[in-house]
T-cell receptor, first 115, second 119 residues
Framework: DSGVTQTPKHLITATGQRVTLRCSPR?????VYWYQQSLDQGLQFLIQ???????AKGNILERFSAQQFPDLHSELNLSSLELGDSALYFC??????????????FGPGTRLTVL | AQTVTQSQPEMSVQEAETVTLSCTYD???????LFWYKQPPSRQMILVIR??????QNATENRFSVNFQKAAKSFSLKISDSQLGDAAMYFC????????????????FGKGTKLSVKP
């Protein structure tokens, strides 16, 4: 158990809909990363937050947005969903000043299926 | 931009034998980190081993070791005494050593190698 939690585990929805994925980082970790794993694109970095502020953006679509709240949990919002958005979405966290700060710890992922 | 390439989509090994998974990367940075992650059928991403580029000594973790060739930009994973539980997707990943006000950067992954272990 990495200590990172993600909800829900599975999500099935229709095209055009909007969903929210939630992530709680390890206790004390300030950084949260979102990654998308799809069959055709592999594992891609979407976006990073650090202590509530956006730090870096990767290949994140304009239909997607994220935020990190004061309690450090993060949400990834996906709107106007398309079939191609079906993927496994991972959240990872890391902490500064910890012995394992060079590692990113992954949650179990949310499997999104768009029908 | 940095890239990571895993040229072996699939590999197979006999139980108790040794297998080596290949990874090459491209970067203009001199300091960085390299990782191997394992993804079993459960889909959980599990860190197998980490290598700091400034360290010349190859990292080892029990049956897992790496061959880090900085000049060649090569980072292979050797699994010794393969076990059935080693069957999984293996991802090579790169991360810049640059830190942004206390936060590390994101991981850049290769496409992965699917390892099968035959009993």
């Amino acid at each position: 158990d990495s200590g990172v939690t993600q909800t829900p585990k599975h999500l099935i929805t229709a095209t055009g809909q909007r969903v929210t994925l939630r992530c709680s980082p390890r206790s004390g970790d300030l950084s949260v990363y979102w990654y998308q794993q799809s069959l055709d694109q592999g594992l891609q970095f979407l976006i990073q937050y650090y202590n509530g502020e956006e730090r870096a953006k990767g290949n994140i679509l304009e239909r997607f947005s994220a935020q990190q709240f004061p309690d450090l949990h993060s949400e990834l919002n996906l709107s106007s969903l398309e079939l191609g958005d079906s993927a496994l979405y991972f959240c990872a966290s890391s902490g500064w000043g910890r012995a394992d700060y060079n590692e990113q710890f992954f949650g179990p992922g949310t499997r999104l299926t768009v029908l | 931009a940095q890239t990571v390439t895993q040229s072996q989509p699939e590999m197979s090994v006999q139980e108790a034998e040794t297998v080596t998974l290949s990874c090459t990367y491209d970067t203009s940075e001199s300091d960085y980190y390299l990782f191997w992650y394992k993804q079993p059928p459960s889909r959980q991403m599990i860190l197998v081993i980490r290598q700091e580029a400034y360290k010349q000594q190859n990292a080892t973790e029990n049956r897992f070791s790496v061959n880090f060739q900085k000049a060649a930009k090569s980072f292979s994973l050797k699994i010794s005494d393969s076990q059935l539980g080693d069957a999984a997707m293996y991802f090579c990943a790169y991360r810049s050593s640059m830190n942004y006000g206390g936060s590390q950067g994101n991981l850049i992954f290769g496409k992965g190698t699917k390892l099968s272990v035959k009993p």
